[in-house]
């Protein structure tokens, strides 16, 4: 595995792999790798001969009170676990190289970062698009692989992607869940024992609405007021959002219609936790 630090031997090493004629996948992350980064490793590698990871705790894109210090940084765990998943180059800057001075320029995706976690989180997205824009012209790869899981960012990325005419495909890879349901994020490490089991409720909401609009409910009313009663029957959490949105403009919808996401953001204890599922009209095989 080649790793890298500095910007330029690192685009030189994506840029040489490619010359050799073969496809570059890249999965960027903040690292404290889990199972569910590692997922996204292996769809690149299936898809690719060479694949790159990222891991760079972006501070632009936490806004002020959040955790950007607290977020866990675990790197010679990273470290190993790239390696044994076959990864080809790593790449793992300080803030000082990705951002040398503040940035005057930054990707600000309209539109879809107007709802969910839009308004909560405060430049957040201008933050992601911004650091996914300048890895996508440090690493020029082929293909980049974005966890469901952050469903509004892969959805900011895509458009970012499609109105700048940047040359690398998205993928979006399915969620990746432990056992019991529970989404998997580095994140969940917040939380107390008691609080990881109460977590649980949040994809047992959000697979029975999911039922009930395969049995024929399409009102979202009625679809966020369980899941809110679901999560609410388990102990107490703030609820920040539960919507039922379009799968691809993330506009909100108040009956089922077409293709959608039941998205929820929830906190337990200090632990912010985000979800959703894909829901179709009843009667459409998705
Ligand atoms: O999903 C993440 O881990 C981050 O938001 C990303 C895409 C690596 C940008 O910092």
């Given at each position: 595995?080649l ?6 031997p ?5 840029l ?11 999965v960027?992350?903040?690292g ?6 590692m997922?996204?490793v292996?769809a690149?590698?299936?898809l ?13 894109q ?14 010679e ?5 790239c ?8 790449f ?6 990705m951002?040398p001075?503040?940035p005057q320029?930054?990707v600000?995706v ?6 969910l ?6 430049g957040h ?37 499609r109105?700048l ?5 998205i993928?979006?890879h399915p969620?990746v869940r ?18 990881r089991?109460q977590a649980?409720?949040?994809?047992e ?7 009930r609009?395969?049995r ?9 007021q369980?899941?809110r009663?679901?999560i609410l ?8 959002y ?17 293709p ?5 953001a929830v906190r ?19």
């Amino acid at each position: 595995m080649l790793e890298f630090t500095e910007i330029e031997p690192c685009r030189r090493a994506v840029l040489e792999a490619k010359g050799t004629g073969l496809r570059v996948g890249l999965v960027p992350t903040m690292g404290a790798l889990h199972d569910g980064h590692m997922a996204l490793v292996h769809a690149a590698r299936k898809l690719c001969g060479r694949v790159a990871v990222t891991i760079f705790v972006n501070p632009t894109q936490f806004a002020p009170g959040e955790d950007y210090r607290q977020y866990p940084r675990t790197l010679e765990a990273d470290r190993a676990k790239c390696r044994e998943a076959g990864v080809d180059i790593l790449f793992t800057p300080d803030v000082q190289t990705m951002y040398p001075e503040a940035p005057q320029t930054m990707v600000h995706v309209a539109g879809l970062c107007d709802g969910l976690c839009g308004p909560l989180r405060p430049g957040h997205f201008d933050g992601v698009a911004t650091v996914v824009m300048k890895l996508f012209q440090i690493l020029p790869a082929d293909v980049a692989v974005f966890g469901e899981k952050d469903y509004q960012q892969l959805a900011v990325i895509r458009r970012m992607v499609r109105d700048l005419n940047v040359p690398i495909e998205i993928i979006g890879h399915p969620t990746v869940r432990e056992p019991d349901g529970l989404a998997l994020s580095s994140r969940n490490a917040y939380l107390s024992p008691s609080q990881r089991v109460q977590a649980r409720s949040l994809s047992e909401a959000l697979f029975a609405a999911a039922d009930r609009v395969r049995r024929g409910e399409v009102e979202c009313a009625r679809i966020q007021q369980a899941v809110r009663k679901h999560i609410l029957a388990a102990g107490p959490a703030d609820i920040e959002y539960v919507e039922v949105v379009d799968a691809t403009t993330l506009e909100r919808l108040t009956v089922v219609d077409r293709p959608a996401r039941i998205c929820l953001a929830v906190r337990i204890g200090g632990t912010r936790l985000i979800d959703n599922v894909p829901v179709d009209p009843p009667g459409v095989v998705g």
